[in-house]
């Protein structure tokens, strides 16, 4: 019988000391505190990419709306320039150039690229000296 108290004794033992472990201690309460902090602000984190993302195609969505706006209105006060001024000389007419159906469609205006070189030899690399007066 006193191996039954023993083994009963040792089990109540163990269950009060699984108990006292589990809530009195307080780097497992710590840690449980951290990890639900993390998972908060991970979870804040994917919200705010997500509304990130969004913005940011709803900002793309609007821009090609207005580029696609301003090029109507250009396309509008360059027709009416055209009919209501068709004696105005190209470079008085603000409105001279006209946008092509490829221009319209591509979103970008058409631009002179400057040069990395000259027209004519510049005389630079020449084996003559230069005349100094």
Known sequence: MTWEYALIGLVVGV???AVA??????KLREQ???????EKT???????RDELTNHFAQSAELLDNMARD?????QHMAKGSNDLLPNLPGEKNPFAYQLTEAEADNDQVPV???RDYSDG?????????????
């Open 21 to 26: 472990m589990r809530f009195g201690n307080k």
């Open 112 to 114: 002179q690229m400057p």
């Open 121 to 133: 030899a510049s005389g630079l690399l020449r084996g003559e000296r230069a005349k100094r007066d």
């Open 32 to 38: 449980r505190s951290m990890q639900y902090e993390l």
């Open 42 to 48: 991970k979870a804040e984190l994917a919200d705010y």
């Open 15 to 17: 269950f009060i000391g």
């Open 70 to 74: 301003y090029r109507q209105l250009y």
